[in-house]
């Protein structure tokens, strides 16, 4: 004999002798045996949480609970231009409106247009200077030109629709000559 069937055989003699020696566990398992009250505990639910006869849960009018009660505001459609922003941390110069920039000096010659410098200040005094393609105020504009009386400045973004648009903020560097005069 193997060592397998021998130890089959063995199970069998043992299941044998279980029912011989205990009759009451060899009894029909269909049939529910009493309930035992082990340490007072039962297997009823107290009254209170009982489900009363005839109710149905029906989650169609109720809220989600799983769902946050304060939800993110969504996107406003038409609020018209709407800037693109770059996802890195901003600078000092990008951290201000364009407008609140005032242009303190230009460095510019005739024959080197490209090269030419702008000094602006910002609200709180400090002076910073400009060159083409440096970026400036809230709404992602960049440096296009210096001209020897203005700085030219785009801002690209979105219109109503969600198309590309760009458009143009000038600085002047006298911006109200001819004002104080007659």
Known sequence: MTLAANHLGL??????????????AALSL????????????????PH???IPDGYVYRPADKPDPFRPFVRPAPPVIGAGFQP????????????VEVAQLRVVGILW????????????????????????GVSVGRKGGVVQAITPEKIIIEEKGLDLVG???????????????GDEHE
Not at 31 to 44: I, K, M, Q, S, V
Not at 84 to 95: N, S
Request: glycine share 4%; hydrophobic share 45%.
């Open 48 to 50: 209170w949480l009982q």
């Open 84 to 95: 693109l922003v770059p996802a890195r941390p901003l600078t000092p110069l990008e951290q």
């Open 163 to 177: 198309r590309p648009v760009s458009r143009e903020v000038v600085l002047l560097l006298h911006p109200h000559l």
């Open 30 to 45: 269909d049939e529910p045996a009493e309930e035992e009250n082990l340490l007072g505990t039962t297997t009823e639910l």
């Open 109 to 132: 010659k005739h024959d080197q247009a490209a090269s030419a410098l702008a000094m602006v200040e910002m609200p709180d005094g400090k002076g910073y200077v400009l060159r083409p």
């Open 11 to 24: 199970t069998n003699i043992l299941l044998l002798l279980g029912v011989v020696l205990f009759p009451a």
